[in-house]
Nanobody, 120 residues
Framework: QVQLVESGGGLVQPGGSLRLSCAVS????????MGWYRQAPGKQRELVAT???????NYVDSVKGRFTITRDNAKNTVYLQMNSLKTGDTAVYYC??????????????WGQGTQVTVSS
């Protein structure tokens, strides 16, 4: 059974930093693209950042220059370094992984979400 386990959320003051991690476990053939999404209260879930297996990245405009997505393919883990946090970054952050299973099925998996609260 494939699981995505997130960690690193919490409460931080504006201007502070947090680092989110998401580890993929279970029997899989390969992990393709990975990414982070977020959902604030009363809003739709939005893409924050994505990264391909080869390391190409993409960011929503509102986080460019402040957030950095990386991955460690050996550890099946994706990270999101968040700097210069703003109150508008407050949301539940979800990890996403596009995975090819041993039966060649390609499935999108989601983590359970981790709360990030930016407040003074």
């Amino acid at each position: 059974q494939v699981q995505l386990v997130e960690s690193g959320g919490g409460l931080v003051q504006p201007g502070g930093s947090l680092r989110l991690s998401c580890a993929v476990s279970g029997s899989i053939f390969s992990i393709n693209g990975m990414g982070w999404y977020r959902q604030a209260p009363g809003k739709q879930r939005e893409l924050v950042a994505t990264i391909t297996r080869g390391g190409s990245t993409n960011y929503v405009d509102s986080v460019k220059g402040r957030f950095t997505i990386t991955r460690d393919n050996a550890k099946n883990t994706v990270y999101l370094q968040m700097n210069s946090l703003k109150t508008g970054d407050t949301a539940v952050y979800y990890c996403n992984a596009n995975i090819t299973n041993w039966d060649e099925a390609v499935i999108n998996y989601w983590g359970q979400g981790t709360q990030v609260t930016v407040s003074s």
